[in-house]
Each structure stands twice: as structure tokens, then as C-alpha cells.
């Protein structure tokens, strides 16, 4: 079955980095776009990032933008999203999950995509 597992989460200095992984199973990740999403508490849920299936192109919100980058190695079946000068306001669970096959990198409305994580805790925090 499909299966997506996130790691990499953690507790991390404001400025510091983390490097989150997204494991497929079940599926050829060659042909999805993923996204990551992230809530903090309280919160709604938001898009953070999405990388395409065919170029890895790649789509971020605009308060990560310059901090944040996604890549994808389809030889492991994993994403990651490598986070840079982080800020307590990007604590949250991280999420990431699998664009429906007719939608492209370019928004986060939820409705596109289909499998989920169960995500992983980062905290920024000193």
C-alpha cells in the first residue's frame, strides 16, 4: 500500500538547520509531484513546498522562500526539504504527501493532493 514516512524532525536553535526526509513505499515516486505541509498549533495547515515529477521543479510559499529547499532522489524514493535559518515561527509538524496525477506544482490547496505522512515534529526553539 502507499506509504509515505517523514523524518528528520527535531529541536533546533532560531538560525539553525534541519534536513527533513519523505520515504515512499507502495508507488513509483518517479511519477508524483509532493508537496510539503506544515502546522503549527493552533493553526490551519499550510503548503510549504512541491517539487514537480519531471524536472524537480520546484514551488515554495513565500515565507520560506530563500530558506528552504526541496530536492527528490527517485533512486531512494525519498524528498527531502533541507531548512535553513529557521525561526520559531516555523515550528510545526511537517507533512508531506502526493499531488494527484492531473495537478501540478504551483499551490497547496489540499483537494490535490492524495497520500499523507504522519509527520514530523520540528520545534524552534533556545
Known amino acids: 500500500q502507499v506509504q509515505l514516512v517523514e523524518s528528520g524532525g527535531g529541536l533546533v536553535q532560531p538560525g539553525g538547520s534541519l534536513r527533513l526526509s519523505c520515504a515512499a513505499s507502495g508507488f513509483t515516486l518517479d511519477y508524483y509531484a509532493i508537496g510539503w505541509f506544515r502546522q503549527a498549533p493552533g493553526k490551519e495547515r499550510e503548503g510549504v513546498s512541491c517539487?514537480?515529477?519531471?524536472?524537480?521543479?520546484?514551488y515554495y510559499a513565500d515565507s520560506v522562500k530563500g530558506r528552504f529547499t526541496i530536492s527528490r532522489d527517485n533512486a531512494k524514493s525519498t524528498v527531502y526539504l533541507q531548512m535553513h535559518s529557521l525561526k520559531p515561527e516555523d515550528t510545526a509538524v511537517y507533512y508531506c504527501?502526493?499531488?494527484?496525477?492531473?495537478?501540478?506544482?504551483?499551490?497547496?490547496?489540499?483537494?490535490?493532493?492524495?497520500?499523507w505522512g504522519q509527520g514530523t515534529q520540528v520545534t524552534v526553539s533556545s
Open positions: 517539487i514537480s515529477p519531471s524536472d524537480s521543479s520546484s
Open positions: 504527501a502526493t499531488k494527484r496525477p492531473r495537478y501540478v506544482c504551483g499551490g497547496f490547496p489540499e483537494y490535490e493532493y492524495e497520500y
